[in-house]
């Protein structure tokens, strides 16, 4: 195509004498032309390679149509070819903002097939870090949920508690990211000395720190002109497109699989679970730092009653989870994350169904943008928590 | 031309030479290193007050503290490649960041720095620096159009529309301070800052005090007519990828951000001469060696050398507040904002003026 006719193309206006087909929309005051605009998949906004093609009428959004897959890289077909050791450096990349909730899942659901028993620091253990890295994994969603506002300084911020936290884990586990520290029976080693007054530590820092990003952003006025009454998800629409977590929290409902279906030893312990009311942007974003604090609340917990004794177990060369299925699901830090897991009895598993919550929580935007203006479309679309490697995986 | 116009200067400035020639020369050696310097400072400070306010360090290698960082990226603008999009509208791609730059350059001649160090001294003074400022956002408007990318329309469409809406309160609350000043010209606007008394009291004002709403509102409008945050939205990072920028690389882009810094520096020395009594120190306290009118006229080489600090300190003063702001606020959307300057900031503008008209006329 020439210069000339790309032109002609873009700027039909530029083409002398050539009638240019306009489809009239509105009420006919103005001339307007539909305009398709595709952001993503390079957009600042898009947390990776989501792609959504919007059908504009101005800046108002008619119509808007997620694209995903442009980061999909096999984990399930991947896992059908390694053994259960090997799977646990697989999930913890699918989302990876959440790589120990993720491991978490597949040790837990090859143990409930092979109906072991953890000891009981492990069990503890895997509390702690769990809870460490929903923290991690919601600082982040903070931080870039501001800089989507235009707010850039509560990133800064977040990325330097993160830093601590991830000092902190790094130690135990030799990972900032990926953690791979447990393991079918148990976890990889003990604690490092030291760690659970580091961790106590830190926590405290946190909690303090805390209050900062609530003045900073929940009561900032133009972040509540931003988000209020913006983007509101209905509690059967969530429902109905399986929306989790702290989205779902912020329509009202208390949907948690650490209080409503208890793993580890969540049982024991009081778990609270911020809800919001009326499901906007602003509730997602409340329960989000709200569920920091929570969280803050159970390492507490699990500091005063983490117990000693033995992580792991003497396990044979090569595990192998008897032929059956089962399917397991647990609060990842972005919502209900389930792993479907069948064993042919050999030492890979048959079949590894992962069932994400961000692909849910993506397919739950279009009907989040239809009617929105573009900026209230960044606003949606940072406060639905999802992560591009989850959704695609 | 010269002579006519230094009659209605209380002094006339110390470049106006006899030599016509010299006297082009002078200016153009005040006025270009004022463009092309201050606003690397202010972009500096901007880098460095962010940081530090984000709690990190900013620029660190390039030069003592990171002081020729700026410098390093102009040496790293020119040699980028000039990418004009296929689609473009070449001509007027390239013409756009000219556009916007010239008329950033050209507010600087009417501004007072210091006593007897202005490049021209202008009856209409006010008219002219609030006029021409306007015109740099036809070049971004080019820009947007130019670039045939959605996002830059986007954001070309969202300037001009900020442009109309800010533009009314900005004139509105300097309307204000020509009526009490009873002149446009910048100069004179100074002196009767440094010769303003209240009521009939020998307490020297600067207009700010009494038009600490003013201020205000030429404040928020000024910020908003220069894209900056929390008023960002033409180039939104976040949602537009960069606005009318989005397509423009090398020198081209380093011209538009020349602009908005430059932009800054102007906006500030305006409000500096406006509202904050231009070079003077306190209110009320006359220039070392000035012997004129309020003590702020007829200095020696020490008076010049103070005031134009002053005036620079004042200007970085403004501009740190507006790179704060920049830190701690989100941005708004662009029909909250046309709201809030159409119901809130247009009628306070005329209330002020009333004020301001009937104090003038009461005392």
Redesign the interface.
């Known amino acids: 195509m020439s210069?000339l006719e790309?032109?002609e193309?873009?700027?039909p206006g530029?083409a002398p004498g050539e009638d240019i087909a306009l489809e009239i929309i509105g009420d006919g005051d103005f001339d307007t032309a539909e305009?398709t605009?595709s952001i993503g998949p390079a957009?600042?906004?898009t947390h990776g390679v989501l792609r959504i093609i919007m059908e504009m009428d101005g800046?108002r959004i008619r119509d808007a149509h997620p694209v995903i897959g442009y980061m999909h890289r096999g984990f399930e077909k991947l896992a059908e070819h390694r053994d259960y050791r090997q799977i646990k450096a697989l999930v913890n990349r699918h989302d990876w903002l959440s790589g120990f909730a993720n491991e978490l899942g597949v040790a837990l659901a090859v143990e409930k097939m092979l109906e072991m028993e953890v000891p009981e620091r492990a069990v503890w253990i895997r509390m702690l870090l769990a809870e460490w890295n929903r923290i991690l994994n919601h600082l982040m969603f903070i931080g870039s949920y501001?800089?989507?506002?235009?707010?850039?300084?509560p990133m800064?911020?977040a990325f330097?508690e993160r830093e601590d936290i991830q000092y902190l884990l790094e130690s135990a586990t030799g990972g900032r990211l990926h953690f791979t520290y447990n393991q079918v029976g148990g976890i990889k080693v003990d604690l490092p000395k030291g760690f659970l007054q580091q961790s106590t530590d830190i926590a405290a820092t946190i909690r303090k720190r805390l209050q900062d990003y609530k003045d900073?952003i929940l009561g900032?006025e133009?972040?509540q002109?931003?988000t209020v009454g913006v983007g509101a998800l209905e509690r059967e629409v969530a429902l109905a497109y399986g929306v989790t977590g702290p989205t779902l929290h912020a329509t009202g409902v208390a949907e948690d699989s650490r209080v409503t279906e208890p793993y580890l030893k969540y049982g024991e312990i009081d778990v609270t679970v911020p809800v919001g009311e009326h499901g906007d942007c602003y509730d997602r974003f409340y329960c989000l730092v709200h569920r920091i604090q929570a969280s803050l609340d159970i390492i507490d917990q699990v500091h005063d009653a983490m117990p000693s004794g033995p992580v792991n177990q003497k396990l044979p060369k090569v595990v192998k989870a008897p032929e059956g299925w089962t399917y397991l699901r647990i609060e990842n830090p972005l919502g209900q994350l389930g792993y479907y897991l069948e064993s042919d009895g050999t030492k890979t598993p048959w079949r590894l169904k992962m069932r994400t919550p961000s692909f849910s929580n993506v397919a739950v935007i279009p009907h989040l943008l239809r009617g929105t203006?573009?900026?209230?479309a960044?606003a949606v679309l940072g406060s639905v928590f999802f992560v591009v490697g989850d959704v695609d995986r | 031309m010269s002579a006519v116009l230094s009659q209605l200067a209380v002094t006339p400035s110390i470049l106006d030479i006899d030599n016509f020639w010299g006297a082009v020369g002078l200016k153009i050696l005040l006025i270009l290193p004022l463009f092309f310097v201050v606003p690397l400072v202010v972009g500096y400070m901007e880098h460095k007050v962010?940081a530090h306010?984000?709690?990190?360090l900013g620029p660190m290698e390039a030069g003592p503290h990171g002081t020729l960082q700026l410098v390093a990226d102009g040496i790293k603008f020119i040699q980028k490649e000039d990418i004009i999009p296929?689609?473009a509208?070449r001509w007027v791609f390239a013409m756009a960041p000219g556009v916007a730059l010239v008329p950033a350059i050209l507010i600087f001649f009417v501004l007072p720095v210091a006593p007897e160090v202005w490049a021209e001294d202008l009856e209409l003074g006010l008219f002219y620096a609030l006029g021409i400022s306007s015109i740099s956002v036809i070049g971004i408007l080019m820009g947007g159009w130019a670039s045939?990318n959605?996002?830059s329309l986007?954001g070309g469409v969202r300037a001009a529309a900020q442009l109309i809406a800010y533009e009314l309160p900005l004139i509105l609350a300097a309307a204000a301070v020509a009526i009490q000043a009873e002149s446009l010209s910048l100069v004179d606007i100074v002196n009767s800052q440094a010769t303003f008394m209240l009521g009939n009291t020998e307490i020297n004002l600067w207009f700010v005090f009494p038009q600490a709403l003013g201020f205000a509102l030429f404040y928020v409008a000024s910020l908003a007519e220069l894209s900056r945050?929390?008023f960002?939205?033409p180039i939104?990072?976040?949602?537009?990828?960069f606005g009318y920028m989005t397509e423009y690389s090398g020198i081209k882009f380093a011209m538009f951000l020349l602009t908005e810094y430059g932009g800054m520096v102007s906006m500030s020395a305006l409000m500096t001469v406006l509202y904050l009594g231009g070079w003077q120190i306190v209110p009320g306290v006359p220039l070392p060696g000035c012997d004129g009118a309020g003590g702020i006229f007829d200095c020696g080489a020490l008076g010049i050398l103070i005031g134009g600090g002053v005036t620079l300190g004042k200007i970085f003063l403004l501009t740190f507040i507006m790179v704060w702001l920049?830190?701690?606020?989100?941005?708004?959307?662009?029909?909250?904002l046309q709201k809030f300057s159409w119901t809130v900031m247009v009628p306070l503008a005329l209330i002020n003026i009333g004020v301001v008209a009937v104090g003038k006329v009461a005392f």
């Open positions: 210069d790309t032109r193309r873009i700027h530029t305009m605009l957009h600042p906004a800046e501001a800089i989507e506002l235009g707010a850039i300084t800064f911020y330097r900073l900032n133009i972040f002109a931003r203006l573009v900026p209230d960044i | 962010m306010q984000q709690d990190r296929r689609a509208d045939a959605k996002f986007f945050p929390p960002d939205m939104a990072d976040s949602e537009l990828v920049r830190v701690t606020y989100p941005r708004l959307r662009e029909d909250q």
